[in-house]
């Protein structure tokens, strides 16, 4: 296939990779690291200047009126600068509101979204619980709904103005809410994520949500839920993606400047050999990931590339961060020097929404056509 980007696509990025470039240095990300949120709101206002926050928000709200590819094309820049920022989740449950959700919920967020006012984040992992099977409660209350449930590594959700929150009916119906961050019920506990993005663990205590914050209808639910899980894991491959291309440069640079017995260590057949190896598994985390985004940009059935691609990522990136920090030696370790975020951005994404264990068995089921009664083993989770 052909994965050419248009002038306008590639401007957009050129524009991202300078902004981060300039506003994401290494002295900027140890200071934002041991702040208080970890966030950066003069370069996430940067970027709202630059429009590049409403890139998949239609231009009657104030977006770009561009898609997936787009957002995927900013979220592959983010992780080339590992820039702790809730790109993934705003600009997913953006796309989410622009499709699915009621008009008032699009007119209250979206415009806000795109002038860097508004953040949004997505609550879609439990423990032992599949993403696409959630196991929150919704039940019915009046003209609206309550929710009962814990939620675990809910990137952002202290800077979030509303969360997207997966449930089911006790019938099992799938269903999504777009939750707002204030609403009675809801707790937050700070937990540690490997790559310091904030991630805390939601609790919805009898939280009640009026009808018009049901994104979807009960007809569609599943489809919804889908849709998004969906999009989020391959956004998690994108960043993967530019974690992984910026890695294996700043390693290749390393290892043709570091000499040993007065050559460079490159020129080492093991070395060599370690590096034509991250060189395959980049070509393959690329190449998957845009087969799957661009699938699902044309709205395509994309299962199979969705669970390919994120088996790469989770693979293949964890052994290109793995063999960075070993071609290094011992200045891997060095906070003061860079590789090691790439390394912890990897090992993150590697085991968010599902290893590569588990993406195997879910496309093996896939591939025997019986993916309807699929029922992951939790065990293989990670």
Not at 115 to 140: H, K, N, W
Not at 190 to 201: G, S
Not at 246 to 274: C, H, W
Request: glycine letters at 8%; charged letters at 20%; aromatic letters at 8%.
């Amino acid at each position: 296939m052909d994965f050419s980007l248009t002038e306008e696509q590639q401007a957009m990025a050129n524009l991202a990779d300078e902004i981060l470039r300039d506003r994401c240095t290494l002295e900027r990300l140890k200071v934002i690291e041991q702040s208080e949120d970890g966030f950066d709101p003069e370069l996430w206002a940067a970027l709202a200047k630059a429009g590049l926050l409403g890139a998949a928000v239609p231009e009657s709200l104030g977006g770009s009126g561009g898609g997936f590819i787009e957002v995927c094309l900013l979220l592959q820049q983010q992780g080339k600068h590992v820039a702790l920022l809730p790109l993934l989740p705003t600009l997913v449950s953006a796309m989410l509101l622009a499709r699915f959700g009621p008009k008032e919920q699009q007119q209250r967020y979206l415009p806000a979204l795109c002038a860097g006012e508004t953040i949004l984040t997505a609550a879609l992992s439990e423990l032992g619980a599949d993403e696409r099977a959630p196991t929150t409660i919704a039940s019915p209350d009046g003209t609206g709904w309550r929710l009962n449930g814990v939620k675990t590594a809910v990137p952002w959700a202290h800077r979030a103005r509303a969360i997207v929150v997966p449930g089911r009916t006790v019938d099992g119906v799938p269903l999504v809410f777009i939750v707002p961050s204030d609403s009675r019920g809801l707790r937050f506990e700070a937990q540690r994520a490997t790559n310091w993005e904030p991630h805390f663990r939601l609790t919805l205590d009898n939280v009640a949500v009026p009808s018009e914050c049901l994104v979807g209808s009960t007809e569609n639910g599943g489809e919804v839920l889908h849709w998004l899980v969906d999009r989020y894991t391959v956004g998690l491959c994108a960043i993967a993606s530019g974690a992984c291309e910026r890695a294996l440069r700043i390693t290749a640079e390393y290892a043709s400047n570091r000499k040993q017995f007065d050559k460079p260590i490159a020129m080492f057949q093991a070395v060599g050999q370690r590096m034509a190896d991250s060189y395959i598994d980049n070509e393959a985390v690329q190449l998957t990931m845009w087969q799957a985004a661009s699938r699902l940009a044309e709205e395509l059935p994309s299962d199979k590339e969705v669970a390919t691609a994120k088996y790469w990522a989770a693979e293949g990136g964890s052994r290109i961060g793995h063999a960075s920090l070993h071609i290094h030696g011992g200045i891997s370790i060095d906070v003061d020097y860079p590789i090691h975020r790439y390394f912890l951005w990897l090992k993150q994404i590697e085991f968010t929404l599902g290893a590569a264990t588990p993406q195997l068995v879910r496309l093996g089921s896939l591939l025997a056509g019986d993916d309807e009664s699929f029922q992951p083993d939790r065990s293989l989770r990670n």
